[in-house]
């Protein structure tokens, strides 16, 4: 919804916003003429379309763009107002429509989108419908540049020829049973796009609203094909039956990728037999002839839509049931219905794949077993090779089982393993040893190297000889401790006494 001469700046819209009690609506404000009084524009924009917002751009205090992205598609509303003699602002406006229109490239950008231009833009284009009373002066050339650039007004696409007014002018002195003057200066205007279909326009009068000139415009924009994977109102939501669980909102829908020409013949064969067991055309001819009875007289509405739904459930009852006859059938999962797995812990994880692996093991062994016996039995091969490789097995098959273990059992340790780190041990075997003394020498007896190792490390890792710190008398002081409350709290953790319960208990 957009709102005209709202003479307050953007910097205020976050209070504004905070303000509203119903958090259903935001609203998105341009910026303001600070000299001037009619000047700023604001976007009233619902939160379910909130979700695809995504930019603004505040052109000047007339103009206000706000753009809402889709899948492959964008909406671009352009709330303005433009002033009376205010020319710098029409050619504001169309230039950056010619910019936002000739610079975006579909091709280029994969991306459609529809301009919306809506507002109060104190214009006609047909001044003999849109004006009372009447003139015979030809439309405002700025209106007939929006129409050049693309761009159809709303009103006159669903209602070419009638008189509809959005601003009434009055007398000052308000002294006329009537106002003097009559126009449809409020408008909303659409780009052309195949699948954008206008469905309504209407005014409606502000009186007991707002008060103002200027009445209220609405319109119905079917966007349903525009939008990209707008499945939300679709099948999902009309076959899900609110009296079942998520557990039941399992659905089986034909499979017409498996479809082939004798299923759809015995389908079409299976259904003519289901119909003429219900005998549904006599069904249908009695029906029609007590509704041509009941013509003219007083009939019972809701007993004709009773027994029309009645009707209509068995039709759909034959199809139902040739189709689960003949056709293939597959499981649909809807939102609602999805079946979420319990998170399994590590262990669990770990456990469910080495039990896999172990499955897979046993087959290999089992298959290689038997292609050992057909070769042998074929070839009369040596038994060497059955034992070796049933050895060869017996160790795969152990090592299978050690792994296993130590993944069930320690955790850590499997990880370790199965990390890239190297874990060797160090084996000193040799020394340079040298001192004031003596000269350096290479010692390779064990006895020489451990005791140089020993005294080395010690030198290393020795412990640290810190000095105490001297404290001065003032410092001392302040750290003693006072003494005030030594004697009173001397009894603090003694046993509490009966008596002294008791005593507590009378206060």
Known sequence: ????????????????????????????????????????????????????????????????????????????????????????????????????????????????????????????????IDRSPSTGQPGSQFLMQLSQLGLYDVCRSLYPDAEMF?????????????????????????????????????????????????????????????????????????????????????????????????????????????????????LIDGFNSEIQLRDGKDTDEEEIKRRFNELWDNVMSAISIAMNIE??????KYPGSRNTRHKLSFADKTMRHTTKLESLIRKICKDTGRRGTIVQNSKNANSTFSWKMAQRLSKIQESIEKRCNIIHSDIPKWLLSTQDAVKEHIIIDRAVISNKNESVRLAIDPNTIRTHAKDTFAGILRKRNTKSIEQDVFWSNIYRPKGEFTECMANLMDEITLEEWQRTLEL
């Open 166 to 282: 959005t601003h009434e002018k009055w007398d000052k002195n308000k002294s006329k049973s009537g106002p003097i003057s009559k126009s449809r200066i409020d408008q909303i205007w659409i780009t052309h796009e195949p699948d954008v279909i206008p469905v309504e326009f209407s005014v409606h009068s502000s009186q007991m609203i707002t008060n103002s000139h200027h009445s209220i415009i609405s319109t119905t924009i079917d966007i349903s094909g525009f939008i990209r994977n707008n499945f939300r109102h679709c099948v999902p939501d009309q076959l899900q039956d609110s009296d079942l669980g998520d557990k039941h909102q399992n659905k089986r829908i034909v499979d017409f990728s498996k479809i082939t020409n004798v299923q759809w013949e015995n389908f079409t064969e299976t259904l003519d037999r289901e119909i003429e067991a219900w005998d549904f055309q006599q």
């Open 1 to 128: 919804m957009a709102i005209s001469e709202t003479n307050t700046d953007y910097r205020q819209e976050y209070f504004i916003n905070q303000d509203i009690k119903s958090k259903v609506y935001s609203i998105i404000f341009s910026e303001r003429d600070q000299k001037t009084k009619g000047s700023g524009t604001a976007l009233v924009i619902h939160n379910k379309w909130m979700k695809h917002y995504y930019s603004v751009v505040r052109v000047s205090p007339y103009i206000l763009v706000v753009k809402f992205l889709f899948i492959q598609r964008e909406i671009w509303v352009w709330s303005i107002y433009a002033a009376p003699n205010n020319q710098n602002m029409r050619k504001n406006l169309i230039d950056e429509l010619i910019i936002a229109m000739e610079g975006h490239d579909r091709s280029v950008h994969n991306t459609v989108v529809l301009h919306v231009v809506l507002g109060d833009f104190n214009d006609t284009i047909n001044n003999r």
């Open 327 to 332: 056709l293939p059938m597959k499981l649909v």
